[in-house]
């Protein structure tokens, strides 16, 4: 009798399990939609480390169904992204304005909330938790659970009405808030705003093209390990533009969170592991043989240590 109680309660639990996590996905769906779909103008700050970055997005299709999207940066220097369909353009303080040709726009949001969440299922799990009210609007709180100690978690308030972003946080397993990206203006339009029309008429900088240098290549040393579910995205060899030295450079993705591993001659034989915070982002520095690793991504730091330990020259480079 009792192991059919049991048996009764892992049922229950499982099923319960399972329709969290089929609600969490459907609202990740319309999300994904919704952030493609819709013509919308709003305003969110970036909180990290006591301090606060605000921005403002528009987006919006026009009448030939091409998405237009502006990012800008309020404080500081003026920093713009500008989006037409596959271009995108940075319009930056300490560089001519550039474009290139993408979908996706690297800021704040991470851009698999525009995609296909599913793609990111075999690393974490969504979990629908309930109601909540942010910005004045009833909100669905939907959690992004990293299945293994290797990465944070990701906690989603999503507007009732529009399923679009109302605020999201990074979280340790633990429950520690690293950083959180609070909306506070939200507005839903049928038609574009001024400032996308104006884009759609805009003429764009051309497209730079990528230097031969910068383009992937055999590289001479090899990440031994990363977390599941991570995979190399981009690799190159290039010079420091501060500096002019010679570095390797190394991208990787588990869709949601991108890590970049740096390779570069040191002077120093051996240095202590340096690790700097920004938020939910770490950056570690060390040196090993007179080699210096440097990892930046959103992750812990013994996972950034981790990577960082596991790199190896390999045995057939001429750089030995």
């Given at each position: 009798?009792?192991?059919?109680?049991?048996?009764?309660?892992?049922s229950i639990?499982?099923?319960?399990?399972?329709?969290?996590n089929?609600?969490?996905?459907?609202?990740?769906?319309?999300?994904?939609?919704?952030?493609?779909?819709?013509?919308?103008?709003?305003?969110?700050v970036?909180?990290?480390?006591?301090?606060?970055?605000?921005?403002?997005?528009?987006?919006g299709?026009?009448?030939?169904?091409?998405?237009?999207?502006?990012?800008?940066?309020?404080?500081?220097?003026?920093?713009?992204?500008?989006?037409?369909?596959?271009?995108?353009?940075?319009i930056?303080?300490?560089?001519?304005?550039?474009?290139?040709?993408?979908?996706?726009?690297?800021?704040?949001?991470p851009?698999?909330?525009?995609g296909?969440?599913?793609?990111?299922?075999?690393?974490?799990?969504?979990v629908?938790?309930?109601?909540?009210?942010?910005?004045?609007?009833?909100?669905?709180?939907?959690?992004?659970?990293?299945k293994?100690?290797?990465?944070?978690?990701?906690?989603?308030?999503?507007?009732?009405?529009s399923?679009?972003?109302?605020?999201?946080?990074?979280?340790?397993?633990?429950g520690?808030?690293?950083?959180?990206?609070?909306?506070?203006?939200?507005e839903?339009?049928?038609?574009?705003?001024e400032?996308?029309?104006?884009?759609?008429?805009?003429?764009?900088?051309?497209?730079?093209?990528?230097p031969?240098?910068?383009?992937?290549?055999?590289?001479?040393?090899r990440?031994?390990?990363?977390?599941?579910?991570?995979?190399?995205?981009?690799?190159?060899?290039h010079?420091?533009?501060?500096?002019?030295?010679?570095?390797?450079f190394m991208?990787?993705?588990?869709?949601?969170?991108?890590?970049?591993?740096?390779i570069?001659?040191?002077?120093?034989?051996?240095?202590?592991?340096?690790?700097v915070?920004?938020?939910?982002?770490?950056?570690?520095n060390?040196?090993?043989?007179?080699?210096?690793?440097?990892?930046?991504?959103?992750?812990?730091?013994?996972?950034?240590?981790?990577?960082?330990?596991?790199?190896?020259?390999?045995?057939?480079?001429?750089?030995q």
């Amino acid at each position: 009798m009792r192991k059919l109680i049991v048996l009764l309660l892992l049922s229950i639990t499982t099923s319960a399990i399972a329709t969290e996590n089929e609600q969490a996905t459907s609202w990740l769906q319309k999300l994904s939609l919704s952030l493609k779909q819709l013509n919308f103008n709003t305003s969110f700050v970036v909180v990290k480390n006591n301090q606060a970055e605000p921005y403002h997005w528009f987006h919006g299709i026009n009448e030939g169904g091409e998405e237009l999207e502006i990012i800008s940066l309020l404080n500081g220097p003026r920093r713009d992204v500008l989006r037409k369909g596959s271009i995108v353009s940075y319009i930056e303080p300490e560089l001519p304005p550039y474009s290139i040709a993408t979908k996706q726009i690297s800021g704040p949001i991470p851009t698999v909330f525009r995609g296909d969440m599913s793609s990111i299922s075999s690393s974490y799990d969504f979990v629908s938790v309930g109601r909540s009210r942010v910005l004045g609007r009833p909100a669905q709180l939907i959690r992004i659970v990293s299945k293994d100690q290797h990465r944070f978690g990701y906690w989603l308030w999503l507007d009732q009405e529009s399923s679009l972003l109302l605020k999201f946080a990074l979280i340790t397993r633990t429950g520690q808030l690293l950083e959180q990206v609070q909306f506070t203006h939200l507005e839903i339009t049928k038609h574009l705003s001024e400032n996308l029309k104006q884009l759609e008429t805009a003429e764009l900088p051309q497209i730079s093209e990528v230097p031969k240098s910068f383009q992937e290549n055999d590289m001479a040393w090899r990440v031994g390990w990363l977390p599941n579910g991570f995979k190399r995205i981009k690799a190159n060899r290039h010079r420091i533009s501060s500096t002019k030295q010679p570095v390797e450079f190394m991208l990787f993705s588990d869709g949601l969170v991108n890590v970049s591993v740096y390779i570069n001659n040191s002077a120093d034989k051996q240095r202590a592991v340096e690790y700097v915070m920004d938020g939910a982002t770490v950056v570690l520095n060390q040196v090993n043989k007179g080699f210096e690793v440097s990892v930046v991504g959103k992750i812990p730091s013994k996972t950034a240590k981790a990577i960082a330990d596991s790199i190896v020259l390999l045995a057939k480079s001429n750089n030995q």
